[in-house]
């Protein structure tokens, strides 16, 4: 299973809508790093509005994410996290507390632009 | 007494055995009542028990339980595997400890998701974690 990367502008847009098995994790995480690469993008929305669930694999695999595309040049976003989501990571003990987020697709793209022009 | 309604397990052999397992975590939780928060909270203990056994003792199970006592309902979950077990229990269980470059929040976290949590762990024979949620 491949996520797709879908591309608007100077950003790139992925919807998280397939259960997150370990392997369609990394895959993505390989799939989003070429893609920045090929296409310069300077920003990245992630919507997770369809995962219900994260555990600590994911959550380090999306943490892993934004440090290796901010090394990269790229800021991202998570956006859409369900408050169900939210509660089980503060319960594992995951914060995320460097990794930006947004309440929704509309919003990351608000707060990529307000963080690509600081 | 503890009546028993149901009771089935998963074996975890390969990697999407993970995601099958929490998978009938949530839709057990789902049918015995539980919220959607519980839910998630269920699935994720179930995600990272899986998780362990695969990584760690290459394979094992995932046991199901549907607790019913008149009273309360509950689910009951049990991850056997027979791996290398785990030497120091107690240091497992400090948030942040991994012998794998992990984030060592499943164990711990696992504990604080869950309303009940058991480790029993001998070296060269295997681990056994029993958690339990009880509806409110
Ligand atoms: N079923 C198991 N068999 C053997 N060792 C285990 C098992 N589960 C956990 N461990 C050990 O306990 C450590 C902590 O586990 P955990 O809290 O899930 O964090 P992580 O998986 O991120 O390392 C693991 O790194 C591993 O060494
Ligand atoms: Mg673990």
Redo the contacts with the bound molecule.
Sequence with gaps: MRIPILKLHNYLLISIQTELDDKTAIQFQEDLLNKIHETWASGVVIDLTSVDIID??IA?VLGDVVSMSDLMGAKVVLTGIQPAVAMTLIDLGIHLKDVPTALDLEQGLIKLRQELEE | MMDIQFQSFIPIKKEWDIVAARQQGRDMSKQIGFGSVDQARIATAIS??A???Y???EQ?KICFEILDDMEHKGIKII?K?D????PDVG???EDG??????????????KRLMDYFDIV?EEGK??E?TVQKWLR
């Design positions: 600590s694999y380090k | 990272e028990l998780r362990n056994i990584l760690y003792a094992g991850a595997d791996g290398p077990g785990i240091k497992v269980m400890y991994t012998t794998s470059g992990g984030l060592g929040a499943g164990l711990p976290g696992i762990s295997g681990t974690v």
